[in-house]
């Protein structure tokens, strides 16, 4: 199956700086690639999506970048805001299998006022 | 729309005892999902189902059982609890088994003493 590698494991900033996260997988016929976020205690959720056809996608102050070849994709957030601090993780879905996700183990972001 | 609900919120079992916990989402998706997030390790797939009658198993899916016998409802099975089994788990649900995103249930929090 998938495997997908997600660094770093914590990130801190400063309010206003940016933050980046990688993460690799394995399959090269994965197509599809989430990030969701997870506050302390709550549920995850979606924030941004690429799919494999697509090298960037942009939603305000977060983008994500995919490299197929290198077959890493990364999130980034600029302008980083004390409520952004939370765990974020990056998923892949393999291309053989429907709906499945593989997810990487999380990064918590910290970021100080 | 409730999106995806579960009970109970928190359950503490003994080693080997049994118990069922319910997922049921209202958004007529097909696919549904259950995954444990243990700390530090992301979230891992046990079982997911493309539809009612129809279910696979994901990563870690030994000590577990399911069934799908409507759209809504995916309950998980327990049985014979061990202190591995300790975790949060979260049912999700998508409309699509390609691109789609995962809706998320707001979690059990289970502990097995």
């Known amino acids: 199956g998938e495997n997908v590698e997600q660094h770093p494991s914590t990130l801190s900033v400063q309010e206003g700086d940016s933050a980046v996260i990688k993460c690799t997988y394995s399959?090269?016929?994965?197509?599809?690639f989430p990030w969701y976020k997870q506050e302390l205690g709550k549920r995850p959720q979606l924030i941004i999506d690429?799919?494999?056809?697509?090298g960037e996608k942009k939603d305000q102050r977060i983008a994500v970048t995919l490299n197929k070849t290198a077959k890493h994709f990364s999130l980034h957030i600029t302008e980083t805001q004390p409520e952004d601090s939370a765990v974020y993780f990056c998923?892949?879905?393999?291309?053989?299998?429907?709906?499945?996700?593989?997810f990487g183990r999380g990064t918590q972001l910290t970021v100080w006022p | 729309n409730a999106g995806v609900t579960q009970t109970p919120k928190f359950r503490i079992l003994k080693i080997g005892q049994s118990m069922t916990l319910q997922c049921t989402q209202d958004?007529?998706?097909?696919?549904m999902y259950w995954y444990r997030q243990d700390p530090g390790m992301g979230l891992k797939l046990i079982y997911y189902?493309?539809?009612?009658?129809?279910?696979d198993k994901g990563e870690v899916p030994n000590g577990y059982n399911v069934s799908r016998s409507t759209t809504e409802d995916f309950p998980l099975r327990l049985e014979l609890a061990a202190p591995s089994q300790t975790s949060v788990y979260f049912c999700?649900?998508?409309?699509?088994?390609?691109?789609?995103?995962?809706?998320f249930g707001p979690g059990t929090r289970l502990t097995v003493t």
């Open positions: 999700a649900s998508s409309y699509s088994g390609q691109n789609g995103e995962q809706y």
């Open positions: 399959d090269s016929a994965s197509n599809y």
């Open positions: 690429i799919r494999s056809n697509v």
């Open positions: 998923a892949a879905k393999g291309g053989s299998t429907l709906g499945r996700l593989y």
């Open positions: 958004m007529n998706h097909n696919y």
């Open positions: 189902s493309v539809g009612a009658g129809i279910t």
